[in-house]
């Protein structure tokens, strides 16, 4: 078992609609759960961090944690084709500095 | 804020040279850096972790003589991949993590260094 999991897509959604991306992690004792997009040829770039359970909302983006099911999502409303990227998700595992990534959910918005 | 950069962009060798990539926290101190390696249509592989002023701590499977990390200041580390060879042609992406990070670990990612070893 990987030790984060995302499907790889692509996901498409139209214009306007919720993107929904999904993760899961093996390590019950993860802390700390990021978000980040990929543009091509680009390095990853920081969108939502949580740390607790529930729901975290910053502009058109909301993360959610669920620790005892090991899952964290990202929605994003309102979707845009800027928003055509590949979503990677992050976990540490506490104790320490490292992140482990997923492999990342390509999303393609369309118009 | 919290603004990292990574020169070169890119980077064109031939097989056996070395190359050096900088990697430096603008606007803030990182007592901990970290490279990462990235091959197409692959996720970040972790290579190594930068504390300033220690010794690099390597992961699994990476060659510590070949891939030699610096971390001399608060705002800078580097990584010299020596005696090149195609097969470490890859996309190459630092990453810091801010002094005074508070729970959630944020680290910040450079631009990243495209690498072409011929």
């Known amino acids: 078992q990987k030790e984060v999991e995302q499907n790889s897509g692509p996901l498409s959604v139209p214009e306007g609609a919720i993107a929904s991306l999904n993760c899961t992690y093996s390590?019950?004792?993860?802390?700390?759960f990021f978000w980040y997009r990929q543009y091509s040829g680009k390095s990853p770039e920081l969108i939502m961090s949580i740390y607790s359970n529930g729901d975290k909302e910053d502009g058109r983006f909301t993360a959610q944690l669920n620790k005892a099911s090991q899952y964290v999502s990202l929605l994003i409303r309102d979707s845009q084709p800027s928003d055509s990227a590949t979503y990677l998700c992050?976990?540490?595992?506490?104790?320490?500095?490292?992140?482990?990534f997923g492999t990342g959910t390509q999303l393609k918005v369309e118009l | 804020g919290a603004v990292v950069s990574q020169h070169p962009s890119r980077v064109i060798c031939k097989s056996g040279t070395s190359v050096k990539i900088e990697c430096r926290s603008l606007d803030f101190q990182a007592t901990t850096m970290f490279w990462y390696r990235q091959f197409p249509k692959q996720s970040l592989m972790l290579m190594a972790t930068?504390?300033?002023?220690?010794?690099?701590?390597?992961e699994q499977g990476v060659e510590k003589d070949k891939f030699l990390i610096n971390h001399a200041s608060l705002t800078l580390s580097t990584l010299t991949v020596t005696s090149a060879h195609p097969e470490d042609s890859s996309f190459y992406i630092c990453?810091?993590?801010?002094?005074?990070?508070?729970?959630?670990?944020?680290?910040?990612f450079g631009p990243g260094t495209r690498l072409t070893v011929l």
């Open positions: 930068s504390n300033e002023g220690s010794k690099a701590t390597y």
């Open positions: 992050a976990v540490n595992r506490g104790g320490g500095n490292k992140l482990t």
């Open positions: 390590d019950r004792g993860s802390q700390s």
């Open positions: 990453s810091a993590r801010a002094r005074l990070a508070g729970v959630y670990n944020e680290q910040f």
